[in-house]
């Protein structure tokens, strides 16, 4: 943000400066179509909607609509409605006068105080302040939101002054009113009360306030974002058809179409360094299994579909990976980290919490057997696209001479090279998976291809006191 505050301090100032009035939506789109101009990235850190979802945006601000955020949880909707407020001004200047509850337009005050104090007051003698484009956007939930936090409400004090009840002195302001030239943002609009949505309608349609059957009329000047979830969204009742009717745009989200770009937006998101005392090296297979783990969620018979299986998932199932392998290497003192599949023995702490299991599917299954189970077929998933590329396995085959070998979070790099010894010709070829001759690099192709024999049913495996040891059945 630009932060040299404009030097206009009255409105006679102001006016010699130049500056002119503009709407907020006409401010935004102006400010949006020179960016599309230079070219700019319009939503920084957004991946993955570049054909979808920003073209959809896109045409909504051209048209000056509101809009309707439409996507199951974990989709970015609520930063792709933050991420708005860059194509605001950097500042805006409003009439600085006391007991004015809204930022008013200098050249276009909406309140009586306010034109009142226009009409008295020469104009070198109206004092201008500068209002910053980060104070424009104000965002609610809705669950729990009552009319007068959004809308306002009559003030009894006020009443008891003797302001009569129709009066806008009597009102006391909600969020929206008090938005006036921003940006306000409702996230999961169909929980809101049935009656803050007739009032909302009311904004969208007139653009003015009616608090307690008494219409004040206000030239609100305001863009109006909403975020749903298509389940509640769609359910009858849910949302007031007069609601649904004035909202501009739907705005469609949708989780990654490609594993690649879900993966990206995994370690972006993450923000976990992975240099430092103990640097992390993280096989490529490994982030592909974090990422199947969410996709596999996603088409479970066993998960609440309607809840959806957020990109939170991904993010804190990579994060706890990444922890489990750093205390390995510092328990045992080895560098670099490298994560492997038994590592994802502790994402129960991280996923559980984040899957809702669908209690109408008739299994018997808890939620551990679950998250266990979409473990494996992540795992599964993935060793078959490697096993076509590499030929994997006829690894399997070495177990056949009595070859068993135990795995473990804490067990050090180096015993995995011992136990493999015997048979370096076969198992070199799991380590065309992620080239590389470092002793805990190796360990998680070892782990990879034991776990990916394991669930494809060629080898069998048994625990022992928190040990994994794979062998022929």
């Known amino acids: 943000m630009d932060s040299t505050v404009p030097r206009a301090r009255t409105l006679k100032e102001l006016r010699e400066s130049g500056w002119v009035s503009r709407s907020v939506k006409e401010e935004i789109r102006e400010n949006f179509i020179r960016a599309l101009e230079r070219g700019e990235e ?21 048209s000056g609509h509101d809009m309707l955020f439409l996507g199951e949880k974990g989709q970015a909707k609520s930063r792709l409605m933050r991420l708005i407020t860059r194509f605001l001004d950097p500042w805006v200047p409003y009439l600085d006068i006391p007991d004015v509850p809204v930022h008013e337009d200098p050249y276009r005050p909406i309140t009586r105080r306010a034109k009142e104090f226009l009409a008295t007051t020469p104009e070198d003698k109206v004092p201008i ?15 729990g939101t009552k009319f007068a936090d959004i809308i306002g409400e009559i003030d009894p004090a006020r009443l008891a002054g003797g302001v009569s009840m129709s009066a ?26 049935e009656l803050v949505q007739v009032g909302l309608f009311n904004i969208l349609e007139e653009r003015d306030v009616q608090i307690r059957g008494y219409p004040v009329r206000f030239d609100l000047d305001i863009l109006i974002l909403f975020s749903a979830n298509p389940a509640t969204y769609n359910r009858s009742g849910k949302v007031i058809p007069q609601l649904k009717d004035r909202i501009g745009s739907v705005i469609h989200t949708h989780y990654p179409r490609d594993r690649h770009v879900a993966i990206q937006i995994t370690e972006q998101e993450a923000k976990i360094p992975l240099d430092g005392e103990y640097p992390v090296v993280v096989p490529y297979f490994m982030k592909e299994i974090i990422e199947q783990i969410s996709i596999v969620a996603r088409r479970s018979k066993y998960i609440d579909q309607q809840s959806g299986v957020s990109a939170r998932l991904s993010i804190a199932n990579y994060r706890t990976m990444i922890a489990s392998a750093r205390r390995r290497a510092i328990i045992l003192g080895e560098k670099p980290a490298v994560p492997r599949i038994s590592d994802l023995g502790h994402l129960n702490s991280s996923a559980l919490g984040k899957l809702e299991l669908d209690l109408m599917a008739g299994h018997q299954m808890n939620e551990k057997q679950v998250l266990d189970a979409i473990v494996a077929e992540a795992i599964r998933d993935v060793f078959q696209e490697y096993v076509e590329e590499h030929g994997l396995a006829e690894i399997a085959e070495i177990f056949g001479r009595g070859v068993k070998i135990e795995v473990g979070d804490l067990l050090p790099s180096s015993y995995y090279a011992e136990r493999i010894k015997r048979v370096p010709p076969v198992w070199e070829k799991a380590f065309e998976l992620n080239v590389s001759q470092d002793p805990a690099v190796r360990a998680s192709c070892v782990e990879f291809i034991l776990a990916g024999l394991y669930v494809t049913d060629r080898i069998s495996r048994a625990e022992y006191r928190g040990k994994i040891v794979y062998e022929i059945p």
């Open 42 to 62: 319009l939503f920084p850190g957004i991946i993955g909607y570049d054909d979808t979802v920003i073209p959809e945006i896109s045409l909504a601000i051209l």
């Open 129 to 143: 302040a500068w209002w910053p484009r980060e104070q424009r956007y104000a965002e609610r939930l809705a669950p």
């Open 168 to 193: 806008e002195e009597a009102l006391f302001f909600g969020l929206i009113p008090r938005m006036h030239r921003g940006i306000f943002a409702v996230n999961e609009l169909p929980e809101l009360d």
